[in-house]
């Protein structure tokens, strides 16, 4: 399998589900480094923030987190929250980019001990659960959610498969691997209704 | 708390091919994101907070009953060779690696248990267990997670789970992922067609291992790739039902190549020993991918009197930061080629090559 940049030998496969359809991006060692795709992040990284996510963050760049100072333009810049409260900040905005993402968009599995015993509220909030006891020098800040981002809604596929394509070149060049990903889907798509007929 | 020596010394049981499926699956490893709430992430922090986080979580760690005994550094404190050595032994990530103040890892004496502190996230928690078995590795970092649960204030939020520095590990904050050694796929030129199933999943598989530009020593390595919406045990349980097929895969592929491939087979682990008992100058690449070919040989009981351990440690042994360990000193890379065929030379020297195979049929 060939490198989708750079046409040496491919060693790292990833394969993500976008819309219910798999797709497959294939880097060689040299280029998923360079690319920043390491071993832990896998594909959803920085890279599907800045694909995905522009046209929501666009709407307020300004928006900040009031506990860490962190901002939607940074949250778009490196895909990554500055502090745990910055979810309360942006929740609705990466709710949308959450269900590409992953199975689901509600945690289940295990939770803190202190979550356990209490009471789950039908629409839990991270900051009505009460905290232990912080370790010295901890503190913690309760912030009240300040959401604007817009739901993002998938942006429709130019049909020429020529200009699909060179999308997509553009796409791998800047790192948008998320909006690769869906524009190979595209193409995938394509070809094969073309093959079809 | 031990030294880094003491610590490197003595090979973990993780390193010595001795688990479920280890004829085919190295190691299983879980890994958990963590986080401490009222601290920005440590990519968006400023120095003096990361360092004020792990004054004060660093002891925490230290005095878990699981890492009493164990190893814990500053990285202030450590070499670069000395980091690159945890790296190469999978119990620090790269990424935190190249990180230095503000950064510690805590090792248990087993090597089985890390924690890193200020990695992307707070906290990363990582077990590893020999063979296909990652229930055993979940149930290592479960214990520890719980503990360190219990004394210092985690993030988490009801609704996304574990709260992480990036939204791909929210939910559960797990990772398990599986060391995969698929030779037999590999020469049947089968293993893209299993890669493509693996990722319909929403499984990533990536062949990996060293610097070079292809799955190097036919390594692979499949993990979850999602971690938010389903439950830890569910996760596992999916990863290890499609390794089962994997495995079934490639224990089918070894067959056919000991059934209607002989020559091939043989010629490929006659020529690895070969090459390896006697080479002077060893390149990663070159060596890994040798010692893959005669690790099936001895899976396939082509070599005889060859113990996986010895090659699954020599995989370690020959790595860069290793060698250079060894040396105690830094070499260029062409010194490490000559170090590297040093090493494997002396390792492989009690080990007989294949016997002469009779006259095969297609030479008649
Ligand atoms: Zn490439
Ligand atoms: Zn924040």
Redesign the pocket.
């Known amino acids: 399998m ?7 030998e ?1 060693s790292v496969f990833l394969t993500q589900i976008i819309n219910g359809q798999m797709t497959t991006v294939n ?6 480094k ?1 690319k920043g795709v390491t071993e832990e992040t896998g594909f959803g990284l920085a890279e599907a923030f800045v694909g995905a996510a522009p046209r929501a963050v666009e709407t307020s760049p300004d928006l900040a987190c009031p506990s860490c100072g962190f901002t939607a333009a940074q949250l778009k810049k490196i895909g990554r929250m500055g502090c745990p409260e910055c979810y309360d900040t942006f929740r609705e905005g990466i709710e949308g980019l959450l269900r590409g993402m992953h199975k689901g968009t509600r945690h289940v599995g295990k939770r803190p001990s202190a979550i356990i015993t209490a009471a789950p509220s039908p629409k839990p909030r991270r900051s009505s659960v009460p905290a232990p006891a912080p370790a010295p020098g901890m503190t913690s800040t309760i912030t009240t959610p300040a959401i604007t981002l817009k739901e993002e809604t998938p942006a429709p596929m130019p049909p020429d498969i020529n200009k699909l394509r060179a999308e997509l070149d553009l796409a791998v060049k800047e790192e948008r691997y998320e909006d690769a990903a869906t524009i190979k889907a595209e193409i995938d798509r394509q070809t094969k209704d073309t093959a079809a007929k | 708390m031990m030294r880094f020596s003491t610590l490197i010394k003595n090979p973990a049981d993780w390193m010595k091919g001795s688990g479920p499926h280890s004829e085919i699956v190295m190691t299983s490893r879980v890994r958990l994101a963590r986080n401490l709430r009222g601290f920005p992430f440590p990519g968006f922090s400023q120095e003096h907070q990361r360092i004020e986080l792990l004054k004060a979580a660093r002891p925490v760690v230290e005095e878990l009953p699981e890492m009493r005994d164990g190893y814990s550094v500053d990285y202030t404190e450590l070499s670069k060779i000395r980091k690159q050595v945890l790296v190469e032994r999978h119990l620090v990530s790269r990424e935190h690696a190249a990180r230095t103040t503000g950064c510690a890892v805590v090792i248990d004496r087993r090597q089985s248990i890390s924690v890193m502190i200020n990695e992307e996230d707070h906290f990363r928690l990582q077990g590893i267990r020999p063979g296909l078995n990652l229930r055993g590795a979940y149930e290592l970092v479960d214990r520890i997670d719980t503990e360190m649960d219990a004394a210092l204030p985690y993030a988490f939020d009801g609704k996304l789970g574990y709260l992480t520095a990036c939204p791909t590990n929210l939910g559960t904050g797990m990772r398990a992922s599986v060391m995969l050694h698929l030779p037999g796929l590999v020469l049947l030129d089968q293993i893209n067609p299993v890669i493509k199933a693996v990722g319909k999943i929403g499984l990533a598989v990536r062949g990996l291992y060293g610097e070079g ?1 292809e799955a190097l020593g036919n390594l692979f390595q499949i993990s979850n790739q999602h971690t938010l919406g389903e439950a830890e045990p569910e996760i596992i349980t999916q990863i290890e039902k499609v390794i089962e097929g994997v495995i079934r895969s490639e224990q089918t592929a070894r067959a056919k190549l000991l059934e209607d491939h002989h020559t091939m087979l043989s010629d490929q682990v006659g020529r690895a020993y070969a090459i390896l008992r006697y080479a002077h100058v060893l390149t990663s690449k070159e060596a890994l991918n040798l010692l893959s070919m005669l690790r099936l040989g001895a899976d396939l009981d082509l070599i005889t009197n060859c113990d996986r351990s010895l090659l699954d440690l020599l995989l370690l042994e020959i790595q860069p930061a290793h060698l250079q360990l060894g040396a105690e000193r830094e070499l260029s890379p062409e010194e490490r080629d000559v170090a590297r065929a040093e090493i494997t030379r002396s390792r492989l020297q009690g080990i007989q090559g294949p016997p002469d195979l009779p006259v095969s049929p297609s030479v008649n």
Do not use: H, I, R, Y
């Open positions: 060939k490198c989708d940049v750079c046409e040496a491919a880097l060689c060692e040299g280029c998923s360079s | 530009t």
